[in-house]
């Protein structure tokens, strides 16, 4: 899909930030709360989500309700230095295919990537890792785990 370019106004930057936070919310609630009626609202809405700045809507979970294991870790992961791309689409395509894995990003610093990980107790994330360490393709030099205590926002 092309990307047409969008000039962003007031009026959508507010529509941006409520949907931000209520992805759920009518046009009739939200064009009341913009101060526009509700077809005016739905067509900039429309018109943002054509323009690439409304990827998509998603739901918040409970990731404690969902099972598999209360513990989420943040993993910071750093690959051999020489290890190249080949290593890295092996590790990207390992951790796009667990459900354990909640999401997974590359970044730049010391470390390669960080990922949050969700896990029964400690000894499941240590044969993950352990498996993880183990497997050669992956290259990875270092995994440092630091578990969630609670989340702020």
Same mark, same amino acid.
């Given at each position: 899909?092309?990307?047409?370019?969008?000039?962003? !106004? &007031?009026? =959508?930057?507010?529509?941006?930030?409520? @949907? *931000?936070?209520?992805?759920?919310?009518?046009?009739?609630?939200?064009?009341?709360?913009?101060?526009? $009626?509700?077809?005016?609202?739905?067509? &900039?809405?429309?018109?943002?989500?054509?323009?690439?700045?409304?990827?998509?809507?998603?739901?918040?979970?409970? %990731?404690?309700? @969902?099972?598999?294991?209360?513990?989420?870790?943040?993993?910071?992961?750093?690959?051999?230095?020489?290890?190249?791309?080949?290593?890295? &689409?092996?590790? %990207?395509?390992?951790?796009?295919? &667990?459900?354990?894995?909640?999401?997974? /990003?590359?970044?730049?610093?010391?470390? !390669?990537?960080?990922?949050?990980?969700?896990? $029964? !107790?400690?000894?499941?994330?240590?044969?993950?890792?352990?498996? /993880?360490?183990?497997?050669?393709?992956?290259?990875? =030099?270092?995994?440092?785990?630091?578990?969630?205590?609670?989340?702020? *926002?």
């Amino acid at each position: 899909m092309e990307r047409r370019h969008h000039h962003l !106004d &007031r009026i =959508d930057e507010q529509i941006l930030a409520i @949907l *931000k936070q209520e992805g759920r919310i009518s046009y009739q609630k939200l064009a009341e709360r913009v101060h526009l $009626t509700p077809r005016p609202c739905q067509e &900039r809405v429309r018109k943002l989500e054509q323009a690439g700045y409304i990827l998509g809507y998603t739901a918040r979970l409970d %990731e404690a309700r @969902l099972g598999g294991g209360n513990l989420i870790l943040l993993l910071q992961v750093s690959l051999a230095s020489q290890s190249g791309r080949e290593a890295q &689409r092996a590790f %990207e395509e390992e951790v796009s295919q &667990r459900p354990d894995v909640l999401s997974c /990003w590359l970044v730049s610093g010391p470390f !390669d990537y960080v990922l949050r990980l969700r896990c $029964t !107790d400690m000894a499941a994330y240590r044969a993950i890792s352990d498996t /993880w360490l183990a497997n050669r393709s992956l290259r990875i =030099d270092k995994i440092v785990c630091t578990p969630e205590m609670q989340p702020i *926002k």
